[in-house]
């Protein structure tokens, strides 16, 4: 969705060294955001970020603006499922919508061989692949690790609006999600202990308001009592107006 970062950079290097052609998509889609105000206050620059893509040897930017994608009259929405209705799907309702609907146009367009996604959004990642899948697109869905500052922020196009305390408050989100790690990796199996240290962490922080912590099944999405299969430990916070999400994959 543009105010591209070293993130998007990992995936056009991705990209260019696997692909032939590589395309960049820019859209700020209305219909993912459920507030107005946060769909008039994302951070957009459209120059600066075809300079991006430039510099990384990208073949084509796709920036259409919305009635382009949206003309008169569309009436369609494209829903998945159950991966859809949690987490993400639970805290903004409709999200998951657009998502699917306005990705289905852009791969309906595009026509790409292979699609990069950045894992910090993983459920995004899980809902598009199942949405490909279904509807019997021939696009390939990649994750690609998330991209982090040096503190372990993960990087997003939002961390522009924190404030100078509030940057220096967001690194909790990771060193939760790392303590949760650490006491799985030490042989901790109940979900619920594992919810209690992020919440724990997070709790150690006044700027952070926690959305919600999450241990739950990778494939499904389905909030778990004991990990004994590979688990998606993610969590969601707001520092002032700006809310962020990570995630660490385990098992």
């Known amino acids: 969705m543009g ?3 070293e993130g998007h950079r990992a995936l056009m290097q991705q990209a260019r060294a696997a692909d032939a052609t590589t395309v960049v998509t820019i859209f700020v889609n209305p219909r993912q955001f459920d507030v107005a105000s946060d769909f008039s206050r994302y951070p957009r620059n459209e120059a600066r970020d075809i300079g991006v893509c430039e510099s990384e040897g990208i073949d084509l930017v796709f920036a259409p603006e919305p009635p382009e994608i949206y003309p008169p009259g569309f009436d369609t929405m494209v ?11 639970a805290a903004r309702p409709g999200h998951f919508d657009g998502v699917a609907t ?12 292979h699609a990069y996604f950045g894992q910090k959004d993983a459920q995004q990642v899980m809902v598009i692949r199942q949405m490909a899948r279904d509807l019997a697109i021939g696009t390939e869905v990649i994750a690609c690790p998330t991209v982090r500052e040096p503190d372990g922020l993960a990087l997003s196009s939002r961390n522009v609006h924190l404030s100078l305390a ?3 408050a967001a690194p909790v989100i990771h060193r939760a999600l790392l303590a949760a790690r650490g006491r799985w990796e030490a042989g901790e199996q109940s979900a619920e202990a594992l919810r209690r240290v992020m919440r724990e962490a997070l709790a150690s ?11 739950a099944d990778a494939r499904t999405l389905a909030e778990l009592e004991r990990i004994d299969a590979p688990a998606l430990i993610s969590m969601a916070a707001s520092f002032g107006s700006t809310r962020l999400i990570d995630n660490e994959l385990v098992g």
Request: avoid cysteine.
């Open 205 to 215: 922080e006044p700027l952070a308001v926690a959305d919600y912590v999450s241990v």
């Open 3 to 5: 105010w591209l970062h």
């Open 166 to 168: 509030e940057r220096s």
């Open 79 to 89: 829903s998945v499922g159950a991966l859809a209705k949690p987490l993400e799907g």
């Open 102 to 113: 306005v990705v289905a146009i852009l791969f309906d367009l595009i026509a790409a061989d």
